[in-house]
């Protein structure tokens, strides 16, 4: 019965295979997936597989696969799941049709992945709150979150965070004492010692418009400096839009509780 069902299953994707939108397809691939495996199904890392050139079935039944958890990617269950079947199968087919791609081939990222509107205030010291510290046992450092006076006053009021908001995360390295161990200051928490990356996400009016729907965080960009507070332009922002996505119903925010607790505290 088992081996009866699965054959009808595959016979059931053939059919929807040969029947499927190829244009449809390109849309969703040249959008949503370029953002990773590139418009063509070549893709922006050497990390991230090529889709150019593989069987439609085998990429069809793997978004299947994501959607349903049988095989694990937090990034792509997130995409999967808001997939209908004849949006998997059609991508799968316009993939299939591409040529495969060549040695060490990349694309490009696309521009509203690589042209992030976030940059870095002068200091977090003007114009910024801290709200929220978190430590990292494991890698030996402390994050530091601040937000502007928009995100707090907005969260002080219990509303999502408007235009104009700004959130930056400091991480330091832990200070350590003599045998190596982080030490932990008068508030519980680690000691910052050497600046080692920032992240930031802001918003502003339209900032949103050229992101794919699927990915979109409302007008939300996101941004990961050095500690020299160059940007870092190795990353793929889509990975931030994916995961902040999950917080829509918190305004895209994973700390908004933390954030409107503290604001309580330091809005007067």
Known sequence: MRKSLMLTALTLLALSIQAADVEGGKVMASTVCAACHGANGVSVSSRIPHLAGQRAAYVASQLEAFQSGSRKSALMAIIAKQLSPDERVNVAAYFAAQPGAAPDAKSPLPA????????????????????????????KQVALYFANDAAMQAAAAGKALPDGSEIVAEVHSAKLDAAGTPVVGADGHFVPDQLQSLTGMARAAGWGKDIPAMLRNDNWNYAVFNADRTRRTD????????CHSTKKDSGFLFLYPELVAASHSLVK
């Open 235 to 242: 990353l793929n922002l889509a990975e931030c839009l994916v």
């Open 112 to 139: 509203y992945i690589a042209n992030t509107q976030v940059t870095l205030p002068a200091a977090t010291k003007i114009g910024y709150r801290r709200y929220f510290v978190k430590d990292y046992p494991e890698n």
